[in-house]
């Protein structure tokens, strides 16, 4: 397979898409003067940790309500993957192995002591490891994105953006709903939410989800279905107001897997080629192992919110202990031979406090200021089993390697916004933050010590002490107009690859950071009707951590290095027209050049990849969306919704190997049905890649057969009905 930088579709389909785009919503903005009869519903964000309409917020925050998660039929982060100009979502085929890329910049989950660079956050606590992040999505108030680093107000680990999850709260009355669904590969979604009024001043909402579905892989060798889905959750949320100047809300939610999930398809077959092992197709869905894979994951957590309202202002306190535990095995070799077989427990507890003061605006100036602290233990082992069809020993041997982490962190932040006049504004926010990490270390190698030596227990530690500023000028000429130019400083603390430590090497890296230049303009136009956004924005990063999967002695390894230098730079665009109250179509293109500037002995054999794009980092992106509303009789409405995403070609690793990427890519998903009763009642048809394009998250070499090549592939075409009620 071979692919060059850009192909003649991907620049006739780009500059369409950027012509069509910026045209049409120009056009439509025109048109829609005429007509002020409808109302775009520009939604209210948290993204700036207060409550503000999105048009007010200067920075690059983009929005799903829960209107339209359900008109998507939302349930994983798989299916918002590319609804989000510059953000590209890979799940990948495992629970685990969650990449979030904003802007051309992620980092792999896989090596337990790499930091995010997309900070998560559910209900405003953050969640430190990705381990959590790609569980069913149910009961959501909204989904926000917010991109670029936000060191000031979120912290360290926001280098390339943040993503907040908000969940919904309980209703001022008592109420009830219900959904299933059911599909092809025997899935079958139920979830059930309800409200109960104890007092005027309590009440609460219980929500609980259940997902199954058959696998979308099959293990000739074995018969077991991989790729399957298996999980259940809960959530409770209480709140309560002992007095008109305080509301406490608590929080509690757990999630539970299951799973065959994580497959790997022969995308090449190396030294097998040519024998009776060899996978003849690599998109048949079909595996021959003698192991298959396996993941299981528990997580829960709770978490305590009081708000107290004073004149000026609200004081805050989040207070949140979240923990989780997983293992997963995979077979290394991809075949029936027993070979190499490895796997990785987690066991991960999570304290944190944040403190903060919002004040009220309206006034010459108002601010937030705040402090948090958090504290964490993660206890990992990775497992190695070494089969005797690796002709080394005559049974399997294992070799474990541990690495217990502790890391605690410190911060202060404060963000201020002055009003020069009604029109001119400035806002400046600070965040001071210190991290401290101690990781013990030990190995218990394989019998004679030719592929994994022992070594005996030791620690060691590492801080950092970073200051995050950002400055914004705003510019707000009318109500409807929003124009500003920000720059920012952000930063992803260092730490170990923990599964890379030698006796005379600590495996350390440092940290990186970011200066980020951004320009933006916000409007709505006809009334309301026509939503706008557009941004331009130039990133320069320094040591850029890397994390590669290397050979070491036969065993596969994390490592991360500091590149020396990468910028990214480029253009979104985000567009809503609310035709008339039945028909409204939304948009988005983004267009991004990401890049290692200089990246020399990027490898132990001394690979140059300086001028390399940034894996997993597309130059175009699309997304389009359309819903349509109209009264078929008394009482009753048909609805549809439709949507397509298109994401240009990829390369999955920074060596920028055209065998390990993925051309241009483009889904299209739809439901359509009747709602009744005031939208008391629904069903629905709905359909998730309808063209059933085939398509790969992830490409790789093996690491033990020589120049075997895998790959993991999307989600094929699914499809099947929903009926909903609300009581």
């Given at each position: 397979?071979?692919?060059?930088?850009?192909?003649?579709?991907?620049?006739?389909?780009?500059?369409?898409?950027?012509?069509?785009?910026?045209?049409?919503?120009?056009?439509?903005?025109?048109?829609?003067?005429?007509?002020?009869?409808?109302?775009?519903?520009?939604?209210?964000?948290?993204?700036?940790?207060?409550?503000?309409?999105?048009?007010?917020?200067?920075?690059?925050?983009?929005?799903?309500?829960?209107?339209?998660?359900?008109?998507?039929?939302?349930?994983?982060?798989?299916?918002?993957?590319?609804?989000?100009?510059?953000?590209?979502?890979?799940?990948?085929?495992?629970?685990?192995?969650?990449?979030?890329?904003?802007?051309?910049?992620?980092?792999?989950?896989?090596?337990?002591?790499?930091?995010?660079?997309?900070?998560?956050?559910?209900?405003?606590?953050?969640?430190?490891?990705?381990?959590?992040?790609?569980?069913?999505?149910?009961?959501?108030?909204?989904?926000?994105?917010?991109?670029?680093?936000?060191?000031?107000?979120?912290?360290?680990?926001?280098?390339?953006?943040?993503?907040?999850?908000?969940?919904?709260?309980?209703?001022?009355?008592?109420?009830?709903?219900?959904?299933?669904?059911?599909?092809?590969?025997?899935?079958?979604?139920?979830?059930?939410?309800?409200?109960?009024?104890?007092?005027?001043?309590?009440?609460?909402?219980?929500?609980?989800?259940?997902?199954?579905?058959?696998?979308?892989?099959?293990?000739?060798?074995?018969?077991?279905?991989?790729?399957?889905?298996?999980?259940?959750?809960?959530?409770?949320?209480?709140?309560?107001?002992?007095?008109?100047?305080?509301?406490?809300?608590?929080?509690?939610?757990?999630?539970?897997?299951?799973?065959?999930?994580?497959?790997?398809?022969?995308?090449?077959?190396?030294?097998?080629?040519?024998?009776?092992?060899?996978?003849?197709?690599?998109?048949?869905?079909?595996?021959?192992?003698?192991?298959?894979?396996?993941?299981?994951r528990d997580v829960w957590g709770v978490s305590l919110q009081a708000d107290w309202d004073f004149d000026s202002g609200v004081l805050t306190s989040l207070t949140a202990f979240r923990t989780f535990e997983w293992y997963n095995s995979n077979d290394n070799d991809f075949?029936?031979?027993?070979?190499?077989?490895?796997?990785?427990?987690?066991?991960?507890?999570?304290?944190?406090?944040?403190?903060?003061?919002?004040?009220?605006?309206?006034?010459?100036?108002?601010?937030?200021?705040?402090?948090?602290?958090?504290?964490?233990?993660?206890?990992?082992?990775?497992?190695?089993?070494?089969?005797?069809?690796?002709?080394?020993?005559?049974?399997?041997?294992?070799?474990?390697?541990?690495?217990?982490?502790?890391?605690?962190?410190?911060?202060?932040?404060?963000?201020?916004?002055?009003?020069?006049?009604?029109?001119?504004?400035?806002?400046?926010?600070?965040?001071?933050?210190?991290?401290?990490?101690?990781?013990?270390?030990?190995?218990?190698?394989?019998?004679?010590?030719?592929?994994?030596?022992?070594?005996?227990?030791?620690?060691?530690?590492?801080?950092?002490?970073?200051?995050?500023?950002?400055?914004?000028?705003?510019?707000?000429?009318?109500?409807?107009?929003?124009?500003?130019?920000?720059?920012?400083?952000?930063?992803?603390?260092?730490?170990?690859?923990?599964?890379?430590?030698?006796?005379?090497?600590?495996?350390?890296?440092?940290?990186?950071?970011?200066?980020?230049?951004?320009?933006?303009?916000?409007?709505?136009?006809?009334?309301?009707?026509?939503?706008?956004?557009?941004?331009?924005?130039?990133?320069?990063?320094?040591?850029?951590?890397?994390?590669?999967?290397?050979?070491?002695?036969?065993?596969?390894?994390?490592?991360?290095?500091?590149?020396?230098?990468?910028?990214?730079?480029?253009?979104?665009?985000?567009?809503?027209?609310?035709?008339?109250?039945?028909?409204?179509?939304?948009?988005?293109?983004?267009?991004?050049?990401?890049?290692?500037?200089?990246?020399?002995?990027?490898?132990?054999?001394?690979?140059?990849?300086?001028?390399?794009?940034?894996?997993?980092?597309?130059?175009?992106?699309?997304?389009?969306?359309?819903?349509?509303?109209?009264?078929?009789?008394?009482?009753?409405?048909?609805?549809?919704?439709?949507?397509?995403?298109?994401?240009?070609?990829?390369?999955?690793?920074?060596?920028?190997?055209?065998?390990?990427?993925?051309?241009?890519?483009?889904?299209?998903?739809?439901?359509?049905?009747?709602?009744?009763?005031?939208?008391?009642?629904?069903?629905?048809?709905?359909?998730?890649?309808?063209?059933?394009?085939?398509?790969?998250?992830?490409?790789?070499?093996?690491?033990?057969?020589?120049?075997?090549?895998?790959?993991?592939?999307?989600?094929?075409?699914?499809?099947?009905?929903?009926?909903?009620?609300?009581?």
């Amino acid at each position: 397979m071979t692919m060059s930088r850009t192909t003649w579709k991907q620049e006739l389909i780009s500059t369409a898409a950027s012509a069509v785009l910026a045209a049409g919503l120009a056009t439509v903005a025109a048109q829609a003067q005429n007509d002020e009869t409808a109302s775009a519903d520009v939604i209210v964000v948290t993204a700036q940790r207060r409550e503000q309409s999105i048009l007010d917020v200067s920075a690059s925050v983009s929005a799903l309500g829960a209107a339209e998660l359900e008109e998507r039929g939302v349930e994983r982060l798989d299916d918002i993957a590319s609804v989000f100009p510059n953000v590209y979502i890979n799940t990948g085929n495992g629970l685990r192995s969650t990449i979030i890329t904003v802007r051309g910049i992620s980092s792999n989950p896989n090596n337990p002591g790499v930091e995010q660079s997309v900070g998560v956050f559910v209900d405003g606590v953050y969640q430190a490891r990705p381990t959590t992040i790609n569980t069913n999505l149910y009961d959501l108030e909204r989904v926000e994105v917010i991109r670029g680093p936000q060191g000031a107000l979120y912290g360290k680990n926001t280098i390339a953006g943040a993503l907040n999850m908000i969940t919904e709260g309980p209703g001022e009355e008592p109420g009830f709903e219900a959904v299933v669904s059911a599909g092809n590969y025997s899935a079958l979604s139920l979830y059930a939410a309800g409200d109960v009024i104890f007092t005027p001043d309590a009440r609460a909402r219980v929500s609980v989800s259940s997902q199954t579905r058959s696998g979308y892989t099959d293990n000739i060798f074995t018969g077991d279905e991989l790729d399957d889905q298996d999980e259940l959750g809960a959530r409770l949320t209480f709140v309560a107001n002992p007095s008109d100047t305080l509301q406490l809300t608590f929080r509690a939610d757990m999630a539970t897997n299951d799973t065959n999930g994580g497959s790997s398809e022969i995308l090449a077959n190396g030294a097998l080629a040519g024998t009776p092992l060899a996978d003849a197709d690599p998109e048949d869905r079909q595996v021959a192992q003698d192991f298959g894979t396996e993941q299981t994951r528990d997580v829960w957590g709770v978490s305590l919110q009081a708000d107290w309202d004073f004149d000026s202002g609200v004081l805050t306190s989040l207070t949140a202990f979240r923990t989780f535990e997983w293992y997963n095995s995979n077979d290394n070799d991809f075949s029936i031979l027993n070979q190499l077989r490895s796997g990785i427990s987690e066991d991960h507890e999570q304290f944190s406090q944040e403190i903060r003061f919002t004040s009220d605006t309206g006034g010459v100036f108002d601010y937030i200021v705040g402090g948090f602290f958090s504290h964490e233990t993660f206890d990992t082992i990775s497992n190695a089993v070494i089969g005797p069809d690796l002709g080394i020993y005559p049974t399997e041997v294992s070799a474990d390697i541990f690495g217990d982490l502790e890391t605690t962190s410190y911060a202060v932040f404060g963000q201020g916004t002055y009003h020069f006049s009604d029109a001119v504004s400035v806002t400046g926010a600070l965040r001071y933050s210190e991290d401290e990490k101690e990781v013990t270390h030990s190995q218990i190698g394989d019998p004679y010590q030719l592929l994994a030596p022992t070594q005996p227990e030791r620690s060691f530690s590492r801080s950092d002490a970073e200051v995050t500023p950002s400055i914004t000028l705003n510019w707000e000429p009318n109500a409807t107009w929003l124009v500003y130019a920000s720059y920012s400083r952000g930063y992803k603390s260092g730490g170990y690859n923990v599964f890379s430590i030698m006796p005379n090497d600590n495996a350390e890296y440092d940290p990186e950071f970011v200066n980020s230049y951004e320009a933006g303009v916000k409007t709505t136009l006809a009334g309301g009707a026509v939503y706008l956004a557009g941004s331009v924005f130039w990133l320069d990063y320094s040591d850029l951590q890397v994390n590669q999967l290397i050979n070491v002695g036969g065993v596969p390894t994390f490592t991360t290095s500091n590149a020396a230098t990468a910028e990214a730079s480029g253009i979104e665009l985000e567009g809503l027209w609310q035709v008339t109250g039945a028909l409204s179509f939304s948009g988005s293109y983004s267009f991004l050049d990401a890049s290692f500037e200089d990246f020399t002995n990027a490898t132990s054999a001394g690979a140059d990849y300086s001028g390399n794009d940034l894996p997993q980092a597309p130059d175009h992106t699309l997304s389009l969306a359309a819903d349509f509303t109209t009264p078929v009789a008394e009482g009753m409405e048909f609805v549809a919704h439709a949507d397509l995403s298109y994401r240009s070609s990829l390369f999955f690793g920074p060596e920028n190997n055209p065998d390990y990427s993925q051309d241009d890519v483009t889904l299209v998903n739809a439901r359509a049905g009747f709602t009744f009763q005031d939208n008391r009642w629904s069903v629905m048809l709905w359909g998730r890649n309808i063209g059933d394009e085939i398509y790969a998250v992830r490409r790789s070499a093996g690491v033990i057969i020589p120049g075997q090549q895998i790959q993991a592939l999307g989600a094929p075409q699914t499809w099947g009905v929903e009926l909903r009620g609300r009581f």
